[in-house]
Nanobody, 120 residues
Framework: QVQLVESGGGLVQAGGSLRLSCAASGRTFISYSMGWFRQAPGKEREFVAA????????NYTDSVKGRFTISRGNAKNTMYLQMNNLRPEDTAVYCC?????????????WGRGTQVTVSS
């Protein structure tokens, strides 16, 4: 069993930055590939980024390439999503996921999410 808790969301102006964190507890963190997904109001959940178990491979959806960076600190059991040059269309609830097929899943474990709001 793995428990995931996200943090770092908030309200930011367009062009600003946020760093999301996903803290994992339970089974061995390093055993899992992990990912970030987001869901905007009235829209389906979409893939944002994923990172392999070792951290050596990453994958991003096209709309965030060059702006977002996914990373993981296996010693700290934490995954991160650095988001730069944020746009209003990035507004969503961001959830982290673990225990799935890299990069798109399906994933077996999910956090509850953290709200990111980007104002224009």
């Amino acid at each position: 069993q793995v428990q995931l808790v996200e943090s770092g969301g908030g309200l930011v102006q367009a062009g600003g930055s946020l760093r999301l964190s996903c803290a994992a507890s339970g089974r061995t963190f390093i055993s899992y590939s992990m990912g970030w997904f987001r869901q905007a109001p009235g829209k389906e959940r979409e893939f944002v980024a994923a990172i392999s178990r070792s951290g050596g491979d990453t994958n991003y959806t096209d709309s965030v390439k060059g702006r977002f960076t996914i990373s993981r600190g296996n010693a700290k059991n934490t995954m991160y999503l650095q988001m730069n040059n944020l746009r209003p269309e990035d507004t969503a609830v961001y959830c982290c996921a673990a225990g799935g097929t890299y990069p798109f899943g399906p994933y077996g474990y999910w956090g509850r999410g953290t709200q990111v709001t980007v104002s224009s």
